[in-house]
C-alpha cells in the first residue's frame, strides 16, 4: 500500500494550494484519511482528517475556516484545499490512511505518504 501526495509549492501569505493524495490498490478509498504536518524543529501535528464517505470531517483549530478536506473516492484520491495560508502554516505534509479509530493521532494511521513541501512567504 503506497500514497503519494503531491501539491505542495511556494505561495504567499494569503494564497491559496491545493494538495492532493492518492494510493495504489484503493487505498484512499478504503481508508479514513488524514493530512499531518511537520515544521522544521516541531514534531509532526494533525492538520485533517475526513471518513471514508466524506460526511464527517475534522480540522485542528488553526486551520479552520480556511482548510478544507475532500475526496474522491471514484479517483482514488484526498485532497486538501489550503487557502489564507499563513507563514506559520509552512510544513511538510503528509497524508496518511489508516481505520479512523483515533483520527488526530499519528499511532492511528498505518500508511503514510513522502511528504510534499508547502512554503508560504510573507
Known amino acids: 500500500v503506497q500514497l503519494q501526495a503531491y501539491g505542495g509549492g511556494l505561495v504567499q501569505a494569503g494564497g491559496s494550494l491545493r494538495l492532493s493524495c492518492t494510493g495504489s490498490?484503493?487505498?484512499?478509498?478504503?481508508?479514513?484519511m488524514g493530512w499531518f504536518r511537520q515544521a522544521p524543529g516541531k514534531e509532526r501535528e494533525f492538520v485533517s482528517a475526513?471518513?471514508?464517505?466524506?460526511?464527517?470531517?475534522s480540522y485542528t483549530d488553526s486551520v479552520k475556516g480556511r482548510f478544507t478536506i475532500s475526496r474522491d473516492n471514484a479517483k482514488n484520491t484526498v485532497y486538501l484545499q489550503m487557502n489564507s495560508l499563513k507563514g506559520e502554516d509552512t510544513a511538510v505534509y503528509y497524508c496518511a490512511g489508516g481505520l479512523g479509530k483515533v483520527i488526530r493521532a499519528i499511532g492511528g494511521y498505518d500508511y503514510w505518504g513522502q511528504g510534499t513541501q508547502v512554503t508560504v512567504s510573507s
Open positions: 490498490e484503493h487505498t484512499v478509498s478504503n481508508y479514513y
Open positions: 475526513i471518513s471514508r464517505s466524506g460526511i464527517v470531517t
